[in-house]
């Protein structure tokens, strides 16, 4: 296995379908690490949440909030930040639809935030932000520092919420990154600029790195890396553009490619 860096997506791909992180990965890292290889997950969750899942592990690099935080060597390495007018804009948008069945996340730096009386999908939301808070206004906690804003839509995110915020704000990455999540984030920020930005901190050729996916969040993370492996669970076009298909993430898929790479060296 020539790889030096692994780089995984979380939801659909790493984690099992009770949203956990299966027991077997834990002496597959040590492994990795062993033969000089480093993981780094790749993911739409918030980079707090992320340390709490991999608690269990040291000296672990995240590319966290779908690209726009790369965080290495204990610190953050890089934050792509929204322009301000375009959050007001993107606010504006979603209370634009009050009977719409959705929620919004307005995503910074140093932790998510929500509208004080949106608790309806509060198990959803605090299943990917370790760090939420509810507040009274969210416009005012616009700053500098606004990575993201999340929409969890309950009808289908790619055919409802998807088409209302690409016409609202046209300086945008919006990424549909679940079934019921879309993304929008700064247009130079997406998984695969984040891979080659911890690629190049790490002095690793990009041709070194081995990524998995499974939804369109990935789309850029799957065309970037040296090698890819779709899911088999993976979106329609995910697997068209992958390298390989690698086992669905209920079959801990990611875990038996690499234990079959690391066989093959």
């Known amino acids: 296995m020539d790889y030096r860096l692994v780089v995984s997506d979380m939801d659909g791909t790493l984690l099992n379908n009770d949203h956990a992180i299966p027991d077997s990965f834990w ?9 000089g290889i480093t993981f780094a997950p790749a993911s739409g969750r918030q980079l707090f949440t992320l340390q709490e899942q991999f608690s269990r592990a040291k000296n672990i690099s995240f590319i ?33 639809y009050p009977d719409m069945e959705w929620g919004l996340i307005l995503c910074r730096a140093d932790g998510a935030y929500i509208q004080h009386n949106d608790s309806d999908f509060l198990t959803e939301y605090t299943r990917y932000y370790a760090k939420l808070t509810a507040v009274e206004d969210l416009y005012a906690m616009v700053n500098d520092e606004v990575i993201k804003i999340a929409i969890y839509s309950v009808p ?3 055919t409802a919420a998807y088409p209302l915020f690409t016409q609202a ?10 079934a019921h999540w879309i993304d929008v984030m700064n247009p130079k920020a997406n998984k695969g600029i984040a891979l080659q ?3 190049q901190a790490m002095d690793i050729p990009i041709t070194q790195t081995l990524a998995f996916g499974d939804f369109l969040n990935d789309l850029e993370l799957i065309q970037t890396a040296g090698t ?38």
Do not use: W
């Open 228 to 265: 890819s492996y779709a899911m088999d669970n993976a979106h329609p076009h995910i697997k068209e553009i992958a390298d390989f298909i690698a086992p669905s993430n209920a079959e801990e898929g990611v875990i038996t490619t690499l234990h079959s790479l690391i066989q093959e060296k």
């Open 27 to 35: 002496p597959l890292l040590d492994e990795l690490h062993l033969r």
């Open 169 to 178: 704000a046209q300086q945008v990455n919006i990424s549909v990154s679940g």
């Open 156 to 158: 289908d995110a790619e």
């Open 197 to 199: 930005q911890l690629a």
């Open 64 to 96: 966290a909030e779908n690209g726009t935080v790369v965080y290495h060597q204990g610190e953050i390495i890089s934050l792509t930040a929204l322009d301000k007018e375009c959050v007001i804009k993107l606010l504006d948008t979603f209370y634009a």
